[in-house]
């Protein structure tokens, strides 16, 4: 039986690292058996392209290579960790903790085509994705919307104030403006839970954006279902959710 896939978005700067690492000890302590991944996958040879693309090999600017072609170079990468690493444990019924997945490439590469052929594009990502190369469907994604002008202080700070080290997405403020703005229409039409991760200019707080991410994925039908299963196994003795 197949595991559940929980998927964390959002730009980059957001926080997801950090709040995948809060979720993966939370769910570790519901008892739930749980991979935790991160794509693109640096250490694998199978993220060469993306790594030339986010360099700027492909050409300085993010439009410089079209939305289907780069969404090809992320979703190699997806496939070649699913086929050798965590589909294994995924189809044996471990949960899968995703930092960043399909979803991204929705969120970042959409915002290259004109408005009227969004829907068709997200329409190719899940055919091309979850038919064609076979991935498994998130069954909860949860999208982290921190304003691009606060991401990017929270990047400067990342990187010591070394501009050289960011990509050409995290470089462009124009195009990461557009890449929010097609992430909330992602979010919307697709039916992810989306969380403020800022009020105005000022980030939220990581136990805050935290205890929001627990209520969500607690309140959802997969977790309830699992929830009652447990308890049913201890005769009602001990609950699994300790939020």
């Known amino acids: 039986m197949n595991g559940k896939l929980i998927t964390l978005e959002g730009l980059d700067g957001s926080g997801k690292g950090t709040q995948a690492a809060f979720l993966e000890q939370w769910l570790g302590m519901q008892g739930i058996s749980l991979r935790k991944v991160s794509f693109p996958d640096y250490q694998s040879p199978s993220s060469a392209l ?3 693309y986010l360099s700027g090999e492909f050409g300085k600017d993010p439009g ?3 939305p289907y072609a780069a969404s090809s170079f992320y979703a190699v990468d997806r496939c070649a960790g699913f086929l050798k690493d965590w589909g294994t444990a995924y189809k044996s019924g471990s ?3 995703a930092d960043r997945y399909t979803t ?3 969120i970042y590469q959409i915002s290259k085509l004109p408005k009227e052929e969004w829907d068709a594009f997200l329409a ?3 055919d091309y994705e ?5 991935l498994p469907r998130p069954d909860l994604t949860i999208y982290l919307d921190m304003p691009p002008g606060v991401s990017q202080k929270l990047l400067k700070a990342r990187y010591a104030g070394d501009e050289s080290k960011k990509d050409i997405h ?3 403020l124009l195009y990461l403006q557009h890449c929010r703005e097609s992430a909330m229409y992602t979010a919307k039409t697709l ?3 989306i969380i403020s991760c800022a009020e105005g200019q000022t980030p939220r707080s990581i136990q805050d954006i935290h205890k929001e991410i627990v209520s969500i994925l607690a309140a959802s039908d997969f977790f309830r279902e699992m929830s009652f299963s447990h308890r049913e196994s201890t005769n009602g003795n001990e609950s699994p959710v300790k939020v």
């Open 95 to 97: 949960w899968i903790l």
């Open 191 to 193: 039916g992810w839970r």
């Open 170 to 172: 995290e470089r462009d």
């Open 50 to 52: 993306v790594k030339m």
């Open 130 to 134: 979850y038919g064609k190369l076979g």
């Open 64 to 66: 410089c290579v079209n």
């Open 104 to 106: 991204s490439n929705m």
């Open 124 to 126: 190719w990502v899940e």
